[in-house]
């Protein structure tokens, strides 16, 4: 019981959002009514309070959004059933019109295993080789994570310059550890003394743009352990794991639970905990778990939900620069108009 259902000749706050609810959920007026007395509200009060709920023109206008609510869940459910039990496919590459047609237009996961098998950073990027190249060079990291629960969240409060020898001292340590990753937000990939990073990557150029690599390229490295939350992207990323394995779970976009307590990019849950510990309402979703070796590649379409874990020390490199248009800035389920006004009620 939250409070008591009455407060002085009326219902509380309360109780009649829940008279508010179950109506929407096909309660009838006797059941609701039924409901109050045994709370022991006065038969009276409890009856006058529900007609005047079920007359309210609020009532018709949270209908109306519910009847909404309810034919975009039904679609997505659709989509849901059509593709229920597909696994996220193997191949060895793709053209760049099959990915546009076959993967990216049907926001369908890839894992290509031999895109990358020309790159000379398959044989030229190592931790020991980054050290010999880039040893003197300023990097900036993310540092002193494991002090903040929402690190990812906040990525601006951990940044710290660093000499990239230094850091990858910390990368190279056998224990693992999720204290400090160099993530995309780091922007490696623009600082001067880095970017001869692009020699060592082919570019399919019906695929990519040579002339968006700055900025449309990025570069995550850090210790075996690292850990990046449970999150989506509003990009198309091909995710090419050079050097160490990944551990990947991922999440459709049309699993739609995730959206109801999802906070801007981030999922509420850890998608590697065991399922008992979730959420409830997350429980029956369905999720993908693979393992990136080295030189293997993820077509990652938008919006779709990845948690990342390192196995070994790792070196990743993403591509975004697509020859599409790749932004789908307005898709931000977690960070809508009305949860940034803070009238959300699962706000935490
Ligand atoms: O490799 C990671 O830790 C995270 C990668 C990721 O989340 C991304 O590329 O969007």
Redesign the pocket.
């Known amino acids: 019981m939250v409070d008591a259902p009455e407060r002085g000749q009326a219902l509380s706050d309360h109780w009649r959002a829940w008279v508010v609810d179950n109506l929407l959920h096909g309660a009838s007026r006797d059941e609701l009514v039924a409901a109050l007395v045994a709370q022991d509200v006065p038969p009276g009060l409890a009856k006058r309070e529900v007609q005047a709920i079920e007359a309210s023109p609020l009532l018709a206008c949270c209908a109306q959004f519910l009847i909404e609510r309810e034919r975009r869940d039904q679609l997505l459910e659709l989509l849901v059933d059509l593709r229920a039990d597909r696994p996220i496919e193997r191949r060895e590459s793709v053209s760049a019109d099959t990915l546009f047609a076959d993967y990216w237009a049907t926001s369908t996961p890839v894992v290509l295993t031999e895109t990358t098998r020309d790159w000379p950073a398959r044989t030229n990027w190592s931790i020991a080789s980054f050290r010999r190249r880039f040893g003197d060079v300023t990097v900036q990291v993310c540092t002193r994570r494991d002090a903040d629960p929402h690190c990812d969240r906040n990525f601006r409060d951990h940044f710290e310059e660093q000499r990239f020898g230094d850091y990858l001292d910390l990368v190279e340590r056998p224990e693992p550890s999720n204290d400090v990753?160099m993530?995309?937000h780091n922007h490696t990939m623009e600082r001067p003394g880095m970017r001869s990073l692009l020699d060592d990557v082919v570019m399919d150029e019906a695929l990519f743009d040579p002339a968006e690599a700055i900025g449309g390229c990025?570069l995550?490295v850090?210790p075996k352990g690292?850990l990046?939350p449970l999150?989506h992207?509003s990009t198309n990323?091909l995710?090419c794991q050079i050097v160490g394995r990944?551990k990947l779970w991922l999440l459709p976009p049309w699993e739609a639970s995730l959206l109801d307590d999802a906070r801007g990019f981030y999922a509420s849950f850890d998608a590697s905990s065991p399922r008992r510990q979730w959420p409830e309402a997350h429980r029956q979703a369905r999720v993908h778990e693979l393992v990136l070796e080295p030189g293997e590649a993820l077509f990652?379409p938008a919006g779709w939900w990845?948690q990342?874990r390192?196995l070994d020390a790792s070196i990743?490199f993403?591509l975004l620069n697509f020859r599409r248009d790749n932004r789908f800035d307005d898709y931000a389920p977690g960070n809508t108009r009305l949860v940034q006004a803070g009238v959300d009620r699962g706000s935490p």
């Open positions: 990753y993530i995309a990025t995550w850090g690292t990046t999150h992207d990323i995710f990944k990652l990845h990342v390192a990743s993403s």
